[in-house]
Structures are given as structure tokens and as C-alpha cells.
């Protein structure tokens, strides 16, 4: 199975920081990759499909890039309600694979 | 508003069997690939299963394969999970999502842009 493995594991940021956080697949994936955000108790919402497309409906302050197996997805001017934890997903190969997610957490 | 609402969580021994049922209101599930994940307490997210709007292509993580079958009804419009030989580390949260299948190029990405809210799932003894 692909192993994907999110860095770093939380972060502390405060309320117009950019922040950056990485995604690295065991192996190539083209640009199959996907990126998650979940607040606690809720589920997860789709913010970026095929590494760099933005969902509708999303805020252009988040972007994400990347191919083969390094991926990144940046929150410019966090903003409060993006205080949550992120997760990437594979879609390259079965079975599917999350990373273990990043905690932006209130600096 | 589309909307998908799981049922079928509950309580139940290591062993036993338990069937999760996904519907929706908004959207036809069979017209798109279906995903189930989930979540155990404190823990990350573990995708579970999917499958093709064809309702023939099914795909499973290692973790559930033999045990679990995906499966759509689709004169009710669900999507089922049926989780058989429950462990108690199948202890979770399972959510459905739909995937709208985005594709360019003859390529398709996976894109889980519609989740329900849950199902819980607790196997102990």
C-alpha cells in the first residue's frame, strides 16, 4: 500500500500567519491527491482535488500543489475558523490512503 | 441541499455482524462512486471501501478485505456497508461519501465532496 505521511504533526499559528504543511507519498503518484479538513466532531470537507484544483465553494486562501510524491497544501491569512486538522488522501493506487493528518492549532 | 444520512451503528460483540446503510436526499446515489471511511476514537481517518457508480468495481482496504462487503440497493437508493467477523479495533466512526468522479482527459479523480455525518460503531465485549 502507498503510505502517505503528513508533516508536521500540528503546528501553532496565529490569525493571518500563511501556513504550509507537506504530504509525501511512499511512492509516485502522479497528481492523485486529495486534502481534507475536519473540525472536531464533524466530518471531513473536501478542499483540494488532483493535488491543485480547488473545490466550489472554497476560499482561494487555500492552494495546493505538487506531483510524483511531495505535496503541499498553504493556507494564506489563516483565519479562525481554519483552526482544525488536515488530512491528504491518496486516489493513485488501491487501497486508498490517508496521511495522519496535521492540527493547525491557536498560537 | 444534498444531504447523507448513515444508520446502522450500534453496539455489538467481536464476532457478530452489523450493516450500515448510507441514503441520501438531493442526489441519486447510484449515479456516482461511493466511499466509506472511518474513524476510531482519537485516531485519524482510514478509508474503508468503495464503490463505482457500475455497482459492479469494489474496492477494500487490507484492514477489511473478506469481511466487509460494499453494496448498493438500488431500489431503496443505498448504499449498504456489511461488516461481518466484527474486531474490536473496527471500532469507529464510519462516515459515506459521495465522489462526483471529476475527471480531464480520459483521468478521474477521486473527490469526497458530499459526507454524511456518521454512523458509530463500538465492538466490545
Known amino acids: 500500500a502507498t503510505q502517505m505521511t503528513q508533516s508536521p504533526s500540528s503546528l501553532s499559528a496565529s490569525v493571518g500567519d500563511t501556513v504550509t504543511m507537506t504530504c509525501r507519498a511512499s511512492q509516485g503518484i502522479s497528481n492523485d491527491l486529495g486534502w481534507y479538513q475536519q473540525k472536531p466532531g464533524k466530518a471531513p470537507k473536501l478542499l483540494i482535488y488532483?493535488?491543485?484544483s480547488l473545490q466550489s465553494g472554497v476560499p482561494s486562501r487555500f492552494s495546493g500543489s505538487g506531483s510524483g510524491t511531495d505535496f503541499t497544501l498553504t493556507i494564506s491569512s489563516l483565519q479562525p475558523e481554519d483552526f482544525a486538522t488536515y488530512y491528504c488522501l491518496q486516489d493513485y493506487t488501491y487501497p486508498r490512503t490517508f496521511g495522519q493528518g496535521t492540527k493547525v492549532e491557536i498560537k | 441541499q444534498v444531504q447523507l444520512v448513515e444508520s446502522g451503528g450500534g453496539v455489538v460483540q467481536p464476532g457478530t455482524s452489523l450493516r450500515l446503510s448510507c441514503v441520501a436526499s438531493?442526489?441519486?446515489?447510484?449515479?456516482?462512486?461511493m466511499h466509506w471511511v472511518r474513524q476510531a476514537p482519537g485516531k485519524g481517518l482510514e478509508w474503508v471501501a468503495n464503490?463505482?457508480?457500475?455497482?459492479?468495481?469494489?474496492q477494500y482496504a487490507d484492514s477489511v478485505r473478506g469481511r466487509f462487503t460494499i453494496s448498493r440497493d438500488t431500489s431503496k437508493d443505498t448504499l449498504n456497508l456489511q461488516m461481518d467477523s466484527l474486531r474490536d479495533d473496527d471500532t469507529a466512526v464510519y462516515y459515506c461519501?459521495?465522489?462526483?468522479?471529476?475527471?480531464?482527459?480520459?483521468?478521474?479523480?477521486?473527490?469526497?465532496?458530499?459526507w454524511g455525518q456518521g454512523t458509530m460503531v463500538t465492538v466490545s465485549s
Open positions: 464503490l463505482y457508480s457500475d455497482g459492479g468495481n469494489k
Open positions: 461519501a459521495r465522489d462526483p468522479d471529476y475527471k480531464s482527459g480520459g483521468h478521474y479523480w477521486d473527490a469526497l465532496d458530499v
Open positions: 488532483a493535488a491543485s
Open positions: 438531493g442526489i441519486t446515489l447510484s449515479h456516482y462512486p
